[in-house]
């Protein structure tokens, strides 16, 4: 599902964001977008963050294993 890769990358992103911060103390979203209280800024740490949600959904999905298609109850 093309939601479903969209949620991944953006929940990879903020991942590899956090991580900046942690290990470098950069905030690559604030240093694009002009600070981390920007309305652009907000914006992607709340898609990033609802994104993180969506994804827990992907953990919980009883799927096949190579098809990607949900099983039958």
């Given at each position: 599902m093309i939601l479903d890769k969209i949620a991944l990358f953006l929940a990879i992103v903020g991942g590899l964001n956090w991580g900046s911060v942690g290990l470098f103390r950069f905030d690559a979203v604030a240093f694009l977008c002009g600070g981390?209280?920007?309305?652009?800024?907000?914006?992607?740490?709340?898609?990033?963050?609802?994104?993180?949600?969506?994804?827990?959904?992907?953990?919980?999905?009883?799927t096949e294993v190579g098809t990607g298609r949900t099983q039958a109850a």
């Open positions: 981390a209280t920007s309305v652009l800024a907000r914006i992607i740490y709340t898609l990033v963050g609802l994104s993180a949600l969506w994804c827990i959904s992907l953990l919980f999905r009883d």
